[in-house]
C-alpha cells in the first residue's frame, strides 16, 4: 500500500508562485493515477489536477488551467504540482491523492482516491 508524504506549501502573495512535492513510498510509474484536491474551509473539496499511470494524461480543474501544472518523475517516485499565478481564492489545504490501476483522471474522482497525503497548507494573500 502506497504512502503518501506532501509537502512544499506556504504563504505567498497573489501572483506568486509555489510548488508541492508528493513523495510516494513505492513505484507509482504505471501503477498509479497520482492526484491533487483542496479543501478551503466551509467548502467542498476540490479536484484539481491529475495525471494518468500510464499515458500520462493530466486534467485540470477550470480555475486552475494555464496557472497549474502537475508532473511526476519516476525516478523519484514523486508527483508534484506547479503553482503560479496563485490568486487568493486557491488559499486551501492541498492533498495529493493515489488510485491504483485501473484508475481514472476525472476530477470529480480525486478526491475519492484511496491513497492520500497529510495535506499542505496554502495562502495566498491580495
Known amino acids: 500500500q502506497v504512502q503518501l508524504v506532501g509537502s512544499g506549501g506556504g504563504s505567498v502573495q497573489a501572483g506568486g508562485s509555489l510548488r508541492l512535492s508528493c513523495a510516494a513510498s513505492t513505484n507509482i510509474n504505471s501503477r498509479y493515477c497520482m492526484g491533487w484536491f483542496r479543501q478551503a474551509p466551509g467548502k467542498e473539496r476540490e479536484g484539481v489536477a491529475a495525471?494518468?499511470?500510464?499515458?500520462?494524461?493530466?486534467s485540470y480543474a477550470d480555475p486552475v488551467k494555464g496557472r497549474f501544472t502537475i508532473s511526476q518523475d519516476n525516478a523519484k517516485n514523486t508527483v508534484y504540482l506547479q503553482m503560479n499565478g496563485l490568486k487568493p481564492e486557491d488559499t486551501a489545504m492541498y492533498y495529493c491523492?493515489?488510485?491504483?490501476?485501473?484508475?481514472?483522471?476525472?476530477?470529480?474522482?480525486?478526491?475519492?482516491?484511496?491513497?492520500r497525503g497529510q495535506g499542505t497548507q496554502v495562502t495566498v494573500s491580495s
Open positions: 495525471i494518468g499511470a500510464v499515458t500520462g494524461k493530466t
Open positions: 491523492a493515489a488510485d491504483p490501476v485501473p484508475c481514472l483522471v476525472t476530477l470529480d474522482h480525486i478526491p475519492e482516491y484511496p491513497h
